[in-house]
């Protein structure tokens, strides 16, 4: 066990439609990055936020957006769901994310969208 | 958190036998690499890290070595065991803002009893 916690495990939508994913960090950790892992592209950079400040984007689509609350924990939000966005989703949280440190993921979200 | 469905190179061994992964990494600005085992429905699980000043670094059972010169990474595996079955990533990392991780595409090592 990671410390890293997610949920919900598994989500089942419509395309059109808007979800949001949890995830709480490790105790102490200021840094959350958020990854996806679909079937073709395997694990991808999404976001990253450090004590509650957006730091870094990668390949995140428009229509997902993120937010680190004060409590740590983080919320991605997918919205105007398509077929392609089905994957699993992966929070990872690390002590800073200033430097070189271990990022513990979680279990993942697995979206589907019909 | 299994990788199925991805195209992924397999590894297939006998249990007890020494397994090397390979990486080729993109970016030679990169710094800092691991190593992430991902069994399935899990998420990945840190294996082993190497800096980009160091060759080779040991652990239990594991081993990386790190080649600048042609960006390549490996991963051995002494006496490999069943429950070392998983998905295999190398990933990248780049002193930029975020620290970030760029993954490989990964490896799928199977262990025969």
């Known amino acids: 066990d990671s410390g890293v916690t997610q949920t919900p495990k598994h989500l089942i939508t419509a395309t059109g439609q808007r979800v949001t994913l949890r995830c709480s960090p490790r105790?102490?950790?200021?840094?959350v990055y958020w990854y996806q892992q679909s079937l073709d592209q395997g694990l991808q950079f999404l976001i990253q936020?450090?004590?509650?400040?957006?730091?870094a984007k990668g390949n995140i689509l428009e229509r997902f957006s993120a937010q680190q609350f004060p409590d740590l924990h983080s919320e991605l939000n997918l919205s105007s769901l398509e077929l392609g966005d089905s994957a699993l989703y992966f929070c990872?949280?690390?002590?800073?994310?200033?430097?070189?440190?271990?990022?513990?993921f979680g279990p993942g979200t697995r979206l589907t969208v019909l | 958190g299994e990788s199925v469905g991805l195209h992924l190179p397999t590894l297939s061994v006998q249990e007890g036998d020494n397994s090397i992964i390979n990486c080729a990494y993109s970016?030679?600005?990169?710094?800092?690499f691991i190593w992430y085992k991902q069994e399935s429905g899990k998420g990945p699980q840190f294996i082993i890290d190497?800096?980009?000043?160091?060759d080779k670094r040991q652990g239990q059972r594991v081993t990386v070595l790190l080649n600048k010169t042609v960006k390549h990474l490996s991963l051995q595996i002494a006496a490999t065991q069943p429950g070392d079955s998983a998905v295999y990533f190398c990933?990248?990392?780049?002193?930029?803002?975020?620290?970030?991780?760029?993954f490989g595409s990964g490896t799928r090592l199977l262990v025969r009893p």
């Open positions: 936020y450090y004590n509650g400040e957006e730091r």
């Open positions: 990872a949280s690390s002590v800073r994310g200033l430097s070189y440190n271990e990022q513990f």
């Open positions: 105790s102490g950790d200021l840094s």
């Open positions: 970016n030679s600005a990169s710094d800092y």
């Open positions: 190497i800096r980009s000043n160091m």
């Open positions: 990933a990248e990392n780049m002193e930029d803002s975020s620290y970030k991780l760029i």
